[in-house]
């Protein structure tokens, strides 16, 4: 049997749209149903790389704890929208870049103890629009696309799957500027189904 652990923030989680299906719940749907795989959404919203870290070993090990021959595992890694956000000044980010670099190495250096299949998800644009403020928070796509681009830089120097969404996004897709509607939930996942 094949399980696929997806870590990640509300995008992950679903917010957006209701009820909280999203692009993994899609995927779930589809591969428990075609292959009898489990996939296991392990999004909470507001998650950091930071924050993560701090559950991440915990939850794979909790799923991977039973390992018979014949089983895979694939974990998968979607982080940097909150990382890459500004908090209550448009300037004061939420995670430096080189912390942020340093949190994907650890999470993939984690992974690594528990699985070979090892998949980063690239981060979404945003609608700037809607998101200078966003609440408390300040989210641009210049400096969204300078952590996806760490995570790719990453990924190839780790020889890591990576899956490129930034640029194959319509920021048209989105509920409140961030958050992915039912359209943009159903990209995403044709998107990171087709490629893994």
Partial sequence: MKSILVFGDSIVFGRGEFPNIGWVGRLKKDFEKK??????????????????????????????KYKYPGDKFTIMIVVGINDSRAVKYPNKLQTKQISFRKNILKLIQISKKYTKHIILVGITPVN???????????????????????????SKVKKVKFIELFSKFDNKLLVDGVHPNKKGYELMYKIIKKSI
């Avoid at 795989?37 to 915990?58: A, H, M, Q, W, Y």
């Avoid at 700037?128 to 400096?143: A, G, H, V």
């Fill in 35 to 64: 292959f009898h795989d489990c996939v296991f959404n392990l999004g909470i919203p507001g998650e950091t790389s930071t924050t993560l870290l701090k559950r991440f070993e915990t939850e794979a090990k909790a799923r991977i």
């Fill in 128 to 154: 700037e629009k809607l998101t200078n403020p966003f609440e408390d928070t300040y989210f641009t796509n210049s400096r969204i696309k300078e952590y996806n681009e760490i995570i790719k830089k990453i």
